[in-house]
């Protein structure tokens, strides 16, 4: 039961550059999280799905886009690399009622020179 | 909107000690859940615990132990005879019924290191 899983773990990007993060989970939650953590400040939502097909907005959205085209799957988008965005950045998902816990990823370290 | 505020950035106790992670909570909702994670030094984070706004019974599991006050909007949460296994960076969260999304309010974190 794999879960939650990122692709990458780690990543280096020149300034400029575009990436673009995968994260998969097997447990057919509805929702799905962006978060990216940062020293001192906590994790903080980047966007989120509540289904197939929709996104939304969440405390820190700008220079990034995501994508929710299967269920299973949402992708966050870099299209142009700043090192404001050198971070690490977890997935996560739960289920669609009860408020119940999230599963996160294992994160992707990105770092942007 | 919500917040979440964990005023204590790190604790460093001796093995054995018991320390106490603090977490205050902010919403304007009546129906609300709260959560402790726990992201040890390979960078997964681990639930513990959740507790929704009506239950404010203690709640103990092994050396963990966590103290639910809704009168000072606190969930504290307690190592007992701490190891070095407890060190780790330890999050406080916070969701409410109308949060689009079940989306999750996280506190700053307090890292805790325990030494032998």
């Known amino acids: 039961n794999a879960g939650v899983t990122q692709t990458p773990k780690f990543r280096v990007l020149k300034t400029g550059q575009s990436m673009t993060l995968l994260c998969a989970q097997d447990?057919?939650?509805?929702?799905m999280y962006w978060y990216r953590q940062d020293p001192g400040m906590g994790l903080r939502l980047i966007h989120y799905?509540?289904?197939?097909?929709?996104?939304a907005k969440g405390e820190v959205p700008d220079g990034y886009n995501v994508s929710r085209l299967k269920k299973q799957n949402f992708l966050l988008g870099l299209e142009s690399a700043a090192p404001s965005q050198t971070s690490v950045y977890f997935c996560?998902?739960?289920?669609?009622?009860?408020?119940?816990?999230?599963?996160f990823g294992q994160g992707t370290r990105l770092t942007v020179v | 909107a919500q917040k979440v505020t964990q005023a204590q950035t790190e604790i460093s106790v001796v093995e054995k000690e018991d320390v106490t992670l603090d977490c205050v909570y902010e919403t304007r909702d009546t129906t609300y859940y709260l959560f402790w994670y726990k992201q040890p030094p390979s960078g997964e984070l681990v639930f513990l615990i959740r507790r929704n706004s009506f239950d404010e019974q203690n709640e103990i599991s092994g050396r963990y132990s966590w103290n639910f006050q809704k009168s000072t909007s606190s969930f504290n949460f307690t190592i007992t005879a701490s190891q070095v296994v407890d060190s780790a960076v330890y999050f406080c969260a916070l969701t409410t019924i109308k949060a689009a999304g079940n989306k999750l309010t996280f506190g700053g974190g307090t890292r805790v290191l325990v030494k032998p």
């Open positions: 996560a998902s739960s289920y669609l009622s009860g408020a119940g816990e999230a599963f």
């Open positions: 799905s509540v289904g197939e097909g929709t996104t």
């Open positions: 447990m057919n939650h509805e929702y």
